[in-house]
Structure formats: structure tokens, C-alpha cells
């Protein structure tokens, strides 16, 4: 390519934004990277309200547009809270809270007239960043607060420069370097301030809806929905060998109540004075670390033996159904130690009352159902003869283990049994138990999970909430009450393996199960951050009062009182802010290239008899100058001083490197 060629090449260069663009966008990024975390906790309106007014504003700002008036902006603003009414039907409560917080800042964008304006947003997106740890405090959740924390500081920084303009870079280092001096102080309350065992405050009523699980009744589509997530529900350690799969049953809640679409857990359950249960065969030791469900259940293998020693948090009961229960909900992360035994039996007699309960159907559903149970009753008498048949019922017709069934009609469990055939565990074990029922056996349901996976990593058994599962519980005679999975008929390769492999994902979803399957690094690297997470929860999250007291005690301090801990947070936050004060005292702040180049001026000036006094600013001085100096001279020094004045107190934008290169040129032509 020949040079004349070259010169025709359209050159291609991004627009030079003005520094009001530049800072409102930068402003416009840090609201961003604050709202990102909510985007998935709140309603697509939400969503698409906060993105559509985040829109528009950096619309207005690229085009250089006026801020839309009063009247525009109050039509949106009432739009926006009737949405919010009409969803939650209230303006009180945490969930409510957190968007009108979110749509409140979005629309203050948009009215951002004054100084005062500017400093409503970043107060209200510090406080939005804080609602965050509603949802989630794992270690990801704290690198996003810090993000976001950086760029609201530097937009902030960016808001007070005049004159003399830093580029983004150091105005960012700026931020990172205030955030690193806070970084003692921070350490240092957190191990010494005291811990306040319970809230600090009291949370309205939804403060707790957040976080999803198993819940006290189970209708079709319920746990299909819940195993859609992958988030840990408990990770376990195990006194020896991890058992197999077929006995990774972890009991949960007992549901023996059925309207004839739902199963619903008994009230009223008094904690058990004695064992109803025996046990042989070897006994399984797990130690139990909970995530906070907001629910009273714990889990533990089928069937627990002990009860948990009690702990800040944690007192627990077992009841007749052999359900392991808080005696509150529990919202902090617990570890817990509990004995199981695979074999056992359980509750070998009933009374008239638990076996009418067991057996209780509504009148007038699943006829159908009915007829099929009585003529199975009258081929086999045996009840564990009957079991087996209807499991080979199960595995011999074309039923189908899916997690999009068809929808069923009034007769849920006619309709599964004899048209659609096609369901997730909480068909198979609802049907499964109906059947029993009709046929006279005591049955009932059992939710929980089954399965799991061990973290090579850090060597934790991980059970998340894609292995919930649902089984069923019949009662025998001289055997009590036995686990039959009638999923396991069906889709044996759910229990024996996992989800992933009895019904596979599909489409994207697939794609990516396939490169996170096997010893693929991608696997590797989930869980090796599932055990940076695991970490986190156990040295930061789980520093609560008695680990406090611990500490010290390792330090020789056995008694030390909440009165105390405040006082040695107090000399030791004061020993750490004299450290970082006295060095940056002693540390004669570096004079800024446009000071410094002024000083040299005042100097030459200086050395012609005509010095600048203390009290007088650079215009006096310039107009002192004007009666002292001849008017050649003066020329070159009044075009230094106005550039000097213009760059350090006026609105002007200047490159740092051209104005310094300019100033230095007229300094060297003043005589």
C-alpha cells in the first residue's frame, strides 16, 4: 500500500466526552454495579423499570439533553409506586423496602439539579449496597461490595476536583487507597468489637423470605421447582466412610395429611421422652454444617439416634414421626454433630388414632385410584407382596421421570396414574402412598434429600437444593415403619447416581452441565470455590460471640465482659489510627505540578525585589504586579497568572501535561 493510499484511510477515534459526561456516566456505572445484585431478587418490572430509567439517563447525558421536568418525572414516580402496591399491597416490610429504595434511585437520577442531588444518590446507593446482605453474605457477595464500594468513591472524588482534573486512574487509586487506610480499623472491629448474640434490630415480617427450601406441605411441582436451584443447603463430614448412595437419605418433614392435591405436615407434635425406635448394624456419625433456612428442620441421615448438643441457636427435639426440629427458626448458619443407623425398626405398634391418621384419604377424589388398589388388595394379601407389585408396576408401564410434567386436573393422582404418567418424585411418592392407602396399609410421605457430593477440595459432603427428594414411609407389621422410594422403580439412576443423570439438561443448560461434569477444570474450579465459600462461612461468618470468647481465651483472657471488649477496641482502634495518622503527619504531602510551577514564580518575582505576601492571593498579587512591573514585562506575566488562576479556581478543563508545558513557556518569558 502506497502512502496516497494510506492518507485515504478514515480514521476512527472515540468522542472526547466533557467532564460532566464523563463524571455523571462514571456516576451512572457505580449505581449499576449497585443494583446488579438485587436485579435477581426482585420482579421483572423492577428490573426493566430501574434499566429503563437508567436508560434514559444515560441518553440524556450522551446527547447533552436538559433533565426532564417535574411534571414528566411525578407521573413515573406514581406509575412506579402503584406497581409496588399492587404487588405487595403494602409499603412496609423488607422486600417492599428494597425496591421502592431501588426505584427511588433510578428515578433521583433524573433530578439531579444540584450539588444536594448529587450526594442523595450516593447516600442512597452506600445504603442500597447494604440491603444486599439480605439476600447473600458469601465471599462473592463481599468482592461485589467492595466494586462497588470503589466506584461510588471515585465518582464521588470525581464530583470535588475544580480546576486541575486527575484522570481516572488516579482518582480510582485514590478510592482504592481509602478504602486500604480503613482496612485496620475494619479488621480490628471485627474481632473485637462485641458480638451481640441475636439481632440488633428487630425485622419486619418478610425479612426472611428470601431464602427458599423445603416447606411444610408438598403438592405436584413443588420440589421440581426447588431442585431447579443450586445453592448448598448443608455440607457434612462423616466419622468414616462416606456410605452409599442408596443410603444418603436425609430425613426431613413427615406429611401425612391429604386434601387431594396437597400433603400437609400434623401440628401439634409433642417432642418424643423416649426412643420408639431400635437400632442394629453399624452407626453413621455425620457433622452437620446448615445453611440458614428460616425453618425449624434439620437434617440427618434416616434414621437419627441422638439429638444434637445444644449450642447458641440450636436446641433440638425429636417427635413421634422421628422429624428432627428446632425449637426456633433458624437464621444463622449452624454446626451440629448427630449418630444415625441405616437399619433399624421403627415404631412397631400403632395406636387406633395414628393408624386412622395414616390411612386418611378425602371423599370423593381418585376413584379410579381406588379400584386399582382394591384389585390389587384381593390378588396379593400379603402387604409387602403388594409393594412389590405396584413397584413393578411402576417399572414395567411407560411412566417417565421428568421435571416438566403435564399439568393434572382435579383427580391429581388418576390422572398421573392413568393418562400423563409422566412426573418428578413428589408424583411418584404422592401416588405411591395413595395407593397404600386405599389398600389399607398406613402410609405416609417424607420429604428431605438424597444424595450429595463430596468437594475433593476441602473434603465436605455437599447436599444442595437440587437433591431434594420425596419418598414414601409404609407401616409393616412386626417391622414398623419402612422406607420405600418408589422413584427408584423408575428412575433408579436418580438415587444411585444424581439428578444430572436422570433426567440430563437440555439445550445451554446442557452444554454447560457437559463441561462442568467429570474432573473437568471447570469442575475443579467450582469446587474449589464451593471451598473458599465453605471457608468463608466458618472463619468470617461464623465468628459469633462464643468464638470471641474463645479467642481470648487463647490469649489467657477467660473472663472478659461486653464492657470490656469495648475498651480494649477502643485503645486498640486508637493505637491503629495513630499509626496510620502519624506517618501521613510526618509525610510532607508532594506538591501538586501546578502549585509548584506558581512557587517558581513567586521566586523570580521574588528575586526582583517584588515578593508575594502571605495574605495575598494570585489576583492581588497581579494587580500589585501591574503598578510595579514595565508593560513588556508585565505582558507575559499577567498571561501566566490569569492560566495559572484559570486551571487552579475556574470550571475550566485542562490537560495536565499541555497546561504545565504552557505555564512553564511563560514563566520562562516573564523577565
Known sequence: MNRQNRMRLPRFSFPVLSRDKADTLLLLAACISILLPHFQHVSWWVTASCTALLGWRTWLTLQGLRLPPSWVLLPVSALTMLGVYLQYHSFFGREVGVTMLMLLLTSKLLE????????????L??????????????????????????????AQLSFQYTGLYPSLWQRFKLSLSILGLAIPLTLAAFFLLPRVQGPLWGLPGDAHSGRSGLSESMAPGGISEMVLSEDIVFRVQFGGTIPNKSLLYWRGIVMDQFDGKTWTHSPGSQPLTYSPASYSGPAIAQTILLEPQRQRWLFALDLPASLPPPQTGLTASLNPQMELRNSESISQRLRYEITSYPQYRYQTA????????????????????????????????????????????????AFSYTLEPPLLGRQTIDDFLFESRAGFCEHYASTFTNIMRFAGIPARIVTGYQGGNINTVDGYFEVRQSDAHAWSEVWLKERGWVRVDPTAAVAPERVMQNLDRAIPKRGFAGLMNFA????????????RWDAVNNSWNQWVLNYNHQTQLNLFKSFGLKEVDWAQLSLIFFI??????????????????????????????????????????????????????RQKLPAKEFQATEQFLNLYMAAKYGKHDFSEFNLISRLKKLLAACP
Open 125 to 154: 446507593s452506600f445504603f442500597l449496597m447494604l440491603t444486599s446482605y439480605f439476600y447473600q453474605q458469601n465471599i462473592g457477595s463481599a468482592f461485589q461490595s467492595l466494586t462497588g464500594l470503589s466506584l461510588l468513591l471515585t
Open 572 to 625: 486498640a482502634g486508637s493505637l491503629i489510627l495513630a499509626l496510620i495518622a502519624l506517618p501521613l503527619m510526618w509525610h510532607s504531602t508532594p506538591q501538586p505540578p501546578l502549585d509548584r510551577v506558581y512557587f517558581l514564580f513567586c521566586k523570580k518575582m521574588a528575586r526582583k525585589q517584588l515578593p508575594k505576601m502571605p495574605e495575598e492571593g494570585p489576583l492581588h498579587y497581579l494587580q500589585r504586579l
Open 112 to 123: 439531579m439539579h444540584a450539588r444536594r442531588d448529587l450526594f442523595v444518590v450516593l447516600f
Open 350 to 397: 400403632l395406636t387406633a388414632e395414628e393408624r386412622e391418621q395414616a390411612l386418611q384419604l378425602p371423599s370423593g377424589f381418585n376413584p379410579r385410584t381406588a379400584n386399582f388398589a382394591s384389585t390389587l388388595r384381593q390378588r396379593y394379601v400379603e402387604d409387602a407382596d403388594l409393594i412389590n407389585a405396584i413397584l413393578q408396576f411402576f417399572r414395567q408401564q
Open 516 to 527: 462442568l461434569s467429570g474432573n473437568s477444570w471447570s469442575q475443579n474450579l467450582r469446587m
